[in-house]
């Protein structure tokens, strides 16, 4: 094996490296510089929609080597001004926003290029358009619903409109006596209108006005609203104590009265719509005969319908004058049978210069008196004849007594005197009605029916039941059955005593006969006989006795009540009553046996067409 020459190997070696080295410096010569370009960033900003803002371009320092910047794409929904350099790496430029509502971002590209480095990459600059706040305003911007009576109502609408950028959601604040009866919530979007209605409803009398305005506030400009409130009633003034009331509006108003020291003041008056009433407030009793000092002063009487109230002045008080009451009718009446009229006038005179009411009612223990209590009026020096037919029921001696009432203390009482006759058959089982064989009796009734001794041992009357009657229930067959009624009392368990009065004579228990001259009747008078078997019934406010055991003709009965075990007497009263005849045994039969006669006849026949 031969070996290469050391020097022959060296040249070799040397060769080879003499061509890397060329190679090398080739490569070097073919490659060009490379130049760093210049960085920025990218830029944001928020402006309002249709407005304007400033835009601040950044880049990288470079040594305080300016930098100069370009626009290279321009907004789509925008305007720029050129850029302004601020600093040696940043520049400003203005966005104008051309006011249109959609989309709400938008952009421009710029760039940036430094001396000795190439110019920068396309970078962005964000703008954020912000929609304007909501904005309300209010068509009509001012109402005016003129006069209203208190609790009444006028309507109207207003037109409400967002003119804002964005949604605009709330409430109107309204001002006394206005309202918004469907609601006054509101949710509009940018350029929305609604309608919402208005009501008007015074509270108080006077004017009203106020502003309405939103909640949140929304708005810069307020709707005003206006209205006038009239009181539902006027006064007008007649006299010194008489005045008128007026009813302005559609419907019932209630009048309460307070105040008017020394005066008596009308209870709780209604007023019909669209009526005139006379009020008049009457001079209160007093002890004092002279008014004091303080009575010098007008006494004020404050009227008020609920909604509004008014203050009128009576004259101050002065010394109290009563009313004269006087009796028309002699005290002695005529004597009068049972179930005739009499006729009763009495006279009352008001003396003093203020108007009066007085309350008057009639009672006996006859009967015959006045169901409820009955007021007059009397104006300043007033007479005036009351008349009234007096109805006795209860045979004997009668007592009338005509009770006037002038306020809480003042009372008037007149008094007539007669002799009601009774019709009552002596002879039972007749039904007939007798010679008044009564008209010389005297009025004899139980001590316990008169009066009742009171806890400061007087004696006091005993009332008499209330719209007592009577009827008899006469059916075709059976017993007849007398029915009487009265109005239940508070304490419908009273115990019931029913008598029979019957006449006898003063010195044994017969009967004397009937007689058409009253001079030939024996001393006589009226016996109670208890009566057992009748039955008790309370029924609808009213108590029922039924009675079965009667004989025909006519029956004087005496009913009484007892409160409990005490037997304290709540009420009495007397009433006559006429028992009809039987029907005669052929007559209640007459109807079954005509249907028997029938039912045989048809029998026979049928029998008799068989055997044929």
């Known amino acids: ?190 350029g929305d209108v609604a309608v919402i209605g208005l009501k008007y409803t015074p509270m108080e009398e006077g004017r009203s006005s106020g502003e309405v305005r939103t909640l949140p506030p929304l708005s810069q400009e307020s709707l005003s609203l206006h209205g006038v409130g009239r009181p539902r009633y006027n006064l007008i003034n007649r006299g010194p104590a008489i005045w008128e009331v007026a009813n302005n509006s559609g419907e019932p108003i209630r009048l309460n009265f307070s105040g008017g020291v020394g005066w008596q003041l009308p209870q709780e008056t209604v007023i019909p719509p669209h009526e005139v009433k006379v009020v008049s407030f009457h001079q209160a009793e007093s002890e004092e005969e002279t008014p004091t000092p303080s009575d010098d002063k007008p006494s004020l009487v404050c009227i008020t319908d609920g909604l509004s109230s008014k203050e009128i002045p009576l004259p101050p008080p002065r010394r109290f004058i009563p009313m004269t009451v006087q009796g028309v009718t002699p005290e002695m009446l005529p004597s009068t049978p049972i179930g005739s009229s009499t006729p009763v006038v009495f006279r009352l005179h008001n003396r003093s210069e203020f108007p009066k009411l007085i309350h008057w009612s009639a009672v006996s223990q006859s009967g015959g008196g006045t169901s409820s209590t009955n007021a007059w009026e009397l104006h300043p020096g007033e007479m005036k004849e009351i008349q009234f037919e007096w109805f006795p029921t209860i045979p004997g001696e009668a007592l009338l007594k005509v009770i006037v009432q002038e306020g809480a203390k003042t009372r008037h009482e007149l008094q007539w005197r007669t002799r009601v006759l009774s019709g009552v058959s002596s002879k039972q089982g007749d039904g007939g009605v007798g010679a008044p064989i009564s008209s010389l009796l005297p009025a004899i009734m139980e001590e316990e029916l008169t009066a009742t001794p009171s806890a400061a041992g007087e004696s006091k009357p005993i009332p008499l039941l209330d719209e007592i009657a009577w009827e008899i229930r006469s059916p075709w067959f059976g017993k007849q059955t007398v029915i009487v009624t009265w109005k239940s009392p508070e304490k419908s368990r009273a115990r019931v005593v029913l008598d029979e009065m019957i006449l006898v004579r003063a010195d044994d228990t017969t009967a004397p006969e009937a007689s058409h001259e009253a001079s030939k009747l024996p001393a006589v008078k009226l016996q109670a006989i208890p009566l057992t078997g009748y039955r008790q019934i309370t029924r609808g406010g009213r108590q029922f006795i039924e009675i079965s055991h009667f004989s025909p003709g006519w029956h004087l009965l005496q009913l009484k009540l007892y409160a409990g075990e005490n037997d304290v007497p709540l009420a009495c009263s007397q009433l006559q009553v006429k028992v009809p005849p039987k029907t005669p045994w052929w007559f209640m039969w007459k109807v079954p046996l005509g249907l028997s006669a029938v039912f045989l006849l048809l029998l026979f026949l049928r029998k008799t067409r068989r055997s044929l």
Not at 80 to 89: F, V
Not at 107 to 117: C, I, L, Y
Not at 133 to 151: H, M, T
């Open 1 to 190: 094996m031969s070996f290469l020459n050391p020097q022959k190997a060296l040249s070799i070696l040397g060769a080879f490296c003499v061509l890397v080295l060329v190679q090398v410096l080739c490569a070097a010569a073919e490659t060009p510089v490379k130049i760093k370009p210049t960085i920025v960033y990218d830029a944001r900003a928020e402006v309002t929609r249709g407005g304007e803002v400033e835009v601040v371009l950044n880049a990288i320092p470079n040594y305080g080597v300016p930098v100069a910047f370009e626009i290279s794409q321009p907004p789509a929904h925008g305007t720029l001004s050129p850029p302004k350099a601020i600093s040696d790496h940043s520049a400003a430029v203005t966005y104008r926003h051309d006011g249109s509502k959609a989309p709400m971002q938008d952009e421009f590209s710029f760039r940036a290029k430094t001396p000795g480095r190439a110019a920068s990459v396309a970078c962005k600059a964000s703008i954020r358009i912000i929609p304007p706040p909501p904005r309300i305003i209010f068509k009509p911007s001012s109402l005016d619903f003129g006069e209203a009576i208190l609790g009444e109502t006028r309507e109207t609408n207003i037109t409400i409109a967002n003119i804002g950028g964005s949604r605009a959601t709330g409430r109107l604040l309204l001002p006394k006596g206005f309202s918004a009866p469907e609601g006054d919530g509101f949710a509009l979007d940018e």
